[in-house]
């Protein structure tokens, strides 16, 4: 069962990001120039959620 990370990460598959990349210009040109295909983590939650959203009335 391949896991979307591994191939990304090239940890099994070594050559997938390039390829992917490559397949990803020929199929679409026009948002080429528009994506970035670095590893980029998105934190899911906060550490502390509730400093992070500032109050509203004060």
Do not use: M, N
């Not at 998105?42 to 959203?53: C, E, F, T, V």
């Amino acid at each position: 069962r391949r896991r979307l990370y591994e191939v990304w990460w090239e940890e099994r598959f070594p050559g997938s990001r390039r390829s992917a990349a490559a397949l990803f210009r020929t199929r679409y040109p026009h948002l080429a120039d528009r994506t970035d295909f670095g590893y980029r983590r998105i934190p899911l939650k906060s550490k502390d959620a509730g400093s992070a959203q500032p109050t509203l009335f004060d």
